[in-house]
Nanobody, 123 residues
């Protein structure tokens, strides 16, 4: 049974950094794609970053390129999202999710979800 648990969210000032972590249990991490998604109030869920089974297929949304970095630690069964130079528009609930063979980093193609962690960027 899949379980994904996010941690690391919080309140940060613009320009600051946060590191989110997604702990995965129930299935082997190296068999699945893992993605980070976010949803702000009144907006659709957005693909932030996704990483493939080997760690070689990495996607970043246009709004986070050059600021966010995704990484996978199979030994610890965790996927991290390092977020630098945060902006107020990054404020959202961040979710990690898993999929067996998605075509895109799109929430409709991911099957298993964590409960989310709130990130608020504000001065």
């Amino acid at each position: 049974q899949w379980q994904l648990v996010e941690s690391g969210g919080g309140l940060v000032q613009p320009g600051g950094s946060l590191r989110l972590s997604c702990e995965v249990s129930g299935y082997r991490l190296d068999y699945y794609f893992i993605g980070w998604f976010r949803q702000a109030p009144g907006k659709e869920r957005e693909g932030v970053s996704c990483i493939g089974t080997s760690g070689g297929d990495v996607f970043y949304g246009d709004s986070v390129k050059d600021r966010f970095s995704i990484s996978k630690d199979e030994a610890k069964s965790t996927v991290g999202l390092q977020m630098n130079n945060l902006k107020p528009e990054d404020t959202a609930v961040y979710y990690c999710a898993a999929a067996y063979s998605p075509f895109r980093c799109n929430s409709t193609e991911y099957d298993y979800w964590g409960q989310g962690t709130q990130v608020t960027v504000s001065s």
